[in-house]
T-cell receptor, first 116, second 116 residues
Framework: AQTVTQSQPEMSVQEAETVTLSCTYD???????LFWYKQPPSRQMILVIR??????QNATENRFSVNFQKAAKSFSLKISDSQLGDAAMYFC?????????????FGQGTTLQVKP | DAGVTQSPTHLIKTRGQQVTLRCSPK?????VSWYQQALGQGPQFIFQ???????QRGNFPDRFSGHQFPNYSSELNVNALLLGDSALYLC???????????????FGEGSRLTVL
């Protein structure tokens, strides 16, 4: 079974500052993918960043980067130069490998507040 | 390019009734997955449809059923509604399930179901 734990229900950051959201996971899959999704009040889930477990290099997408520690099963999200539009609920998720594009296991989410 | 569209956006039902939710996937996508998101929680995987068949299923009772049509659109049906079925139901689409995992899921804005 796969599980995802986000231990920070709420986080707050000042605009233009940096914030890190934590996530730990457990999976028996040898080939898996990790994701961070953002869900603003409009409800639509938007992919922020994706990491293939077989890649050692941490994924980066503009102001968003991850710290992937495979042995520790940790997958944190760093948001640099935070903007007001970054305020949302953030979900960490793990998905299986080949042939399993639809089933993701999500964490409980972290609500991020960005202060002007 | 239309994204994932869901209908209705909101609906209210009473206990024991049945509900049908609809989803049209993003253009070019052939796999549809359904998720249930309780208030303040992460989405939970219900099932996935590909080639008009249920390919994977989460831990949901048989009251939850679905269908995929030849044009890849999908329906989620819930029978004998319970108060605990009140949630946001999200549809997500992706490319073919066997394409090698890690594919991005594109989510719709969801259908908010309230059971009284």
């Amino acid at each position: 079974a796969q599980t995802v734990t986000q231990s920070q229900p709420e986080m707050s950051v000042q605009e233009a500052e940096t914030v890190t959201l934590s996530c730990t996971y457990d999976t028996s899959e040898s080939d898996y993918y990790l994701f961070w999704y953002k869900q603003p009040p409009s409800r639509q889930m938007i992919l922020v960043i994706r990491q293939e477990a077989y890649k050692q290099q941490n994924a980066t997408e503009n102001r968003f980067s991850v710290n992937f520690q495979k042995a520790a099963k940790s997958f944190s999200l760093k948001i640099s130069d935070s903007q007001l539009g970054d305020a949302a609920m953030y979900f960490c998720a793990v998905g299986g490998g080949s042939g399993n594009t639809g089933k993701l296991i999500f964490g409980q989410g972290t609500t991020l507040q960005v202060k002007p | 390019d239309a994204g994932v569209t869901q209908s209705p956006t909101h609906l209210i039902k009473t206990r024991g009734q049945q509900v049908t939710l609809r989803c049209s996937p993003k253009s070019g996508h052939d796999t549809v997955s359904w998720y249930q998101q309780a208030l303040g929680q992460g989405p939970q995987f219900i099932f996935q449809y590909y080639e008009e068949e249920e390919r994977q299923r989460g831990n949901f009772p048989d009251r939850f059923s679905g269908h995929q049509f030849p044009n890849y659109s999908s329906e989620l049906n819930v029978n004998a509604l319970l108060l605990g079925d009140s949630a946001l139901y999200l549809c997500a689409s992706s490319l073919v399930a066997g394409a090698g995992g890690g594919g991005e899921l594109f989510f719709g804005e969801g259908s908010r179901l309230t059971v009284l």
